[in-house]
T-cell receptor
Framework: NAGVTQTPKFRVLKTGQSMTLLCAQD?????MYWYRQDPGMGLRLIHY???????AKGEVPDGYNVSRLKKQNFLLGLESAAPSQTSVYFC??????????????FGAGTRLSVL | LAKTTQPISMDSYEGQEVNITCSHN???????ITWYQQFPSQGPRFIIQ???TKVTNEVASLFIPADRKSSTLSLPRVSLSDTAVYYC??????????????FGQGTELSVKP
C-alpha cells in the first residue's frame, strides 16, 4: 500500500516556465490537499478538493491551479513559475466520515526551485 | 479554526521525557486536538489525537485539562530519532469547511546524546 505518492521529487524551473505536480493516493480518500512549506512558515494550504471534479481555494492560491479529474489524483499546476514559488510542496489526503477523525496522510514532498 | 501557540524550539537529551505544551484559548466545542510529527525532508505524520483528559498510544501521551484551553504532548524517554518538528492542530473531525487544517510553525525538538 503506497499511500500518498508525489511526483516529481525534485524540480528546477526557470522563471516563466510551467509545470504540473502530480499527487496520487491509493486509499480511496475523498479529500485531497496541496500545501507549501517555506522555512519558518509551517505548512500553508494552497488548494483542496472535497471530491472528484471539485476544487476550492486555500490560504495561498495565487499563481496555482488544480484539477481533480479522478478521485485518486490531484494535480497542482504552475502556469508561469516565479522565484517566490520556490518551496517544498506537500500533498495530503483524508477520508470522509467520522471514523477518519480528519487525520491527513502526507506524501514525501516535491522540492521545487525557480531560478 | 482555533489558533494555536506552541514554543518555537526545545532541547532535550536522550532518555528524558519531553513535554510540549500548546495553547488554544479559542477552542470550540466540536474541536479535537491533533499532533503531527515531521522529520526533515519528509511530510508530516499523525501522532495522536484527543478531545479531553488523557490519551495514550505507543508513541506518545496527550494530556488535556478540563477547560481544554491547552494540551501537552508527552514523549517518554526520547531518543535521537525523535528529533523533529511537532505541530499542534485544533479543528473539527467532521467535515466542516472541507476538513481544512491550519499548521502553525510547530515546535522544533532537538534531542542530544
Amino acid at each position: 500500500n503506497a499511500g500518498v505518492t508525489q511526483t516529481p521529487k525534485f524540480r528546477v524551473l526557470k522563471t516563466g516556465q510551467s509545470m504540473t505536480l502530480l499527487c496520487a493516493q491509493d486509499m480511496n480518500h475523498e479529500y485531497m490537499y496541496w500545501y507549501r512549506q517555506d522555512p519558518g512558515m509551517g505548512l500553508r494550504l494552497i488548494h483542496y478538493s472535497v471530491g472528484e471534479g471539485t476544487t476550492a481555494k486555500g490560504e495561498v492560491p495565487d499563481g496555482y491551479n488544480v484539477s481533480r479529474l479522478k478521485k485518486q489524483n490531484f494535480l497542482l499546476g504552475l502556469e508561469s513559475a516565479a522565484p517566490s514559488q520556490t518551496s517544498v510542496y506537500f500533498c495530503a489526503s483524508t477520508a470522509q466520515g467520522s471514523t477518519s477523525k480528519n487525520i491527513q496522510y502526507f506524501g514525501a514532498g516535491t522540492r521545487l526551485s525557480v531560478l | 479554526l482555533a489558533k494555536t501557540t506552541q514554543p518555537i524550539s526545545m532541547d532535550s537529551y536522550e532518555g528524558q521525557e519531553v513535554n510540549i505544551t500548546c495553547s488554544h484559548n479559542n477552542i470550540a466545542t466540536n474541536d479535537y486536538i491533533t499532533w503531527y510529527q515531521q522529520f526533515p525532508s519528509q511530510g508530516p505524520r499523525f501522532i495522536i489525537q484527543g478531545y479531553k483528559t488523557k490519551v495514550t498510544n505507543e508513541v506518545a501521551s496527550l494530556f488535556i485539562p478540563a477547560d481544554r484551553k491547552s494540551s501537552t504532548l508527552s514523549l517518554p524517554r526520547v531518543s535521537l530519532s525523535d528529533t523533529a518538528v511537532y505541530y499542534c492542530l485544533v479543528g473539527p473531525t467532521f467535515y466542516n469547511q472541507g476538513g481544512k487544517l491550519i499548521f502553525g510553525q510547530g515546535t522544533e525538538l532537538s534531542v542530544k546524546p
